[in-house]
């Protein structure tokens, strides 16, 4: 069975930064595109970034360009997000999700179109404040 499990929210101060972790098990998460997303509350879940799984091609909405940094570990069959100077904006569940690595492309020029994911995680929560 396909799994991928989110770790790493927490409550942080504004300026503040978080590792989140998606670590995957059932399958090989090295030949999957994976995408970090989040729902804030009371809106929309919206595509945050994503790795492709071949040359590490990254895609990063223009919110967290510049603070936010997608990497994957294949060997530990996981992925992260380095978030950096966090925002109270930023506060939202995050979620993990995996598309099949030939999607990539679609996946950058949807801005990360969630029906091209079919495994997701349970979500982590992630809290922007002072």
């Known amino acids: 069975q396909l799994q991928l499990v989110e770790s790493g929210g927490g409550l942080v101060q504004p300026g503040g930064s978080l590792r989140l972790s998606c670590a995957a098990s059932?399958?090989?998460?090295?030949?999957?595109?994976i995408g970090w997303f989040r729902q804030a509350p009371g809106k929309e879940r919206e595509g945050v970034s994503c790795i492709s799984s071949s040359d590490g091609s990254t895609y990063y909405a223009d919110s967290v360009k510049g603070r936010f940094t997608i990497s994957r570990d294949n060997a530990n069959n996981t992925v992260y997000l380095q978030m950096n100077n966090l925002k109270p904006e930023d506060t939202a569940v995050f979620y993990c999700?995996?598309?099949?690595?030939?999607?990539?492309?679609?996946?950058?020029?949807?801005?990360?179109?969630?029906?091209?994911?079919?495994?997701w995680g349970q979500g982590t929560q992630v809290t922007v404040s002072s």
């Open positions: 999700a995996a598309a099949p690595h030939r999607l990539f492309p679609y996946l950058i020029a949807t801005k990360m179109r969630e029906v091209a994911f079919g495994s």
């Open positions: 059932g399958f090989t998460l090295e030949y999957y595109a």
